[in-house]
């Protein structure tokens, strides 16, 4: 996968322009272009992200179970696809030596399609993403339901129960030692679940933590933020990264955003150059809510319906027909606000936490100031009256 940096080259509109040649391509060779997967655009929140999530894989710091929220769209899949190739690179010369090691072992929590989330298949996906056909040193589960054909495939028959599946999968973790699970859509397992639910899921995932002392890393929405709201002991052992969208109200934010625009702008293989960020940049940030993987998807079907048009550019039609509806842009922005609130701090956070804690007092508590008087200005003098005193003449003589 190679990573394309905007903020590290002069002349980044040269560097991400599509090759002339390009536009001499069927339609379907010019949308394969600017897809590209194995081409992933850096960007400032990605690439923050992606380092502060490295250093806490390689070291978690006391911290068991990692959090990357942030809302949907806003990349976190292709965060995870550049962790595993980092990772997988930096271990090359250590899994040569360390046949059955793996350092990173990744799946997807599958949505529950009735009822609330069913553990058996997680475990399923994970003990087949731990036990690869490839690796040597093959793990014996001592289960008749979960055997190895000749092939070295695993075989797990359905009758197998959810607590044989959890102990193998606690065993191949056990024996692989990887730095971490990484379980993307993490959001899935708390889906229709209550508070007692939703405590007996986290439950789950401190045992196995506990039990194969590998951590597990979860990738979701804002809906995370429950599981993090559970108790404080969970609060204690999770480390979370806020991997967040583009604000419009931050000047240093809003110019990131054009610039990723700019560049998505110029792998366009059109005759006329679109005018994505010049004109039409406000209507791309209402529809994108300032997420660059939803404006990446966005783009790239406007470009579908442009090139089976024939059209010499791409319009402002071609967006308006392919946007999301307003409604449902309105839903993600609320949820993005929300989730924003609750992972910043703030100054009226940082008050709070400082009262609680008696480094401030409480306005009510503290001694009310002297009031100040300025010297400048004369006092008003109180009035004394004399003491009365008789005039020194005769009084009159009575007759």
């Known amino acids: 996968m190679k990573s394309l940096n905007p903020s590290q080259n ?6 991400y322009r599509f090759p002339p040649e390009l536009l001499d391509q069927p339609a379907q060779v010019r949308l394969d272009y600017f897809k590209k997967p194995d081409i992933t655009v850096m960007h400032h929140n990605l690439i923050t992200a992606y380092n502060q999530a490295h250093r806490a894989i390689r070291e978690p710091a006391g911290a068991s179970i990692l959090m ?3 809302p949907s769209g806003v990349g976190k899949s292709t965060l995870l696809r550049l962790l595993i190739k980092k990772i997988l690179e930096e271990s090359l010369e250590q899994m040569t030596k360390a046949v059955s090691w793996l350092p990173i072992v990744s799946v997807n929590a599958p949505a529950p399609g009735r009822g609330t989330f069913r553990w058996k298949n997680l475990y399923l996906l994970i003990l087949t993403a731990v036990d690869e056909p490839g690796i040597d040193q093959k793990i014996n589960y001592h289960n008749g339901n979960i055997v190895r054909g000749a092939d070295g495939v695993l075989r797990i028959a359905e009758k197998v129960t959810e607590d044989a599946l959890r102990l193998a999968m606690i ?3 056990t024996h692989r030692k990887p730095y971490v699970l990484a379980v993307d859509e993490f959001q899935h397992i708390g889906k229709m679940a209550g508070p007692e639910q939703l405590e007996a899921h986290m439950d789950c995932v401190k045992s196995a933590v506990d039990a194969s002392q590998v951590p597990w890393m979860g990738f979701g929405t804002y809906q995370l933020l429950k599981f993090l709201n559970l108790s404080p002991q969970l609060r204690r052992r999770t480390k979370t990264i806020h991997f967040g969208r583009y604000r419009l ?3 240093s934010e809003l110019k990131e955003f054009k610039r990723v625009l700019e560049h998505f702008q110029h792998r366009l ?3 006329q150059p679109p005018p994505l960020r010049q004109k039409y940049w406000e209507f791309c940030y209402e529809r994108s809510i300032g997420n660059i993987g939803t404006l990446k998807d966005w783009l790239t079907d406007a470009y579908d319906l ?3 048009e024939a059209a010499s550019t791409l319009t402002l039609d071609h967006l308006i027909a392919t946007a999301k509806p307003a409604s449902d842009c309105e ?3 609320i949820e993005a606000i ?3 609130e609750a992972l910043t701090d703030s100054r009226a956070k940082q008050n709070q936490l400082r009262l609680l804690l008696g480094l401030t007092q409480a306005k009510s508590q503290q001694q009310p100031s002297p009031p100040q008087v300025a010297t400048d200005i004369p006092l008003p003098t109180k009035q004394v009256s004399k003491k009365f005193k008789r005039n020194p003449k005769r009084d009159p003589i009575k007759k």
């Open 68 to 70: 990357v929220i942030g």
């Open 331 to 333: 839903r993600m922005a």
């Open 10 to 15: 002069g002349n980044s509109s040269q560097y």
């Open 171 to 173: 065993k191949a973790l």
């Open 306 to 308: 442009a090139l089976s």
């Open 269 to 271: 293989a059109f005759s």
């Open 338 to 340: 929300d989730g924003e």
């Open 249 to 251: 109200e931050i000047d």
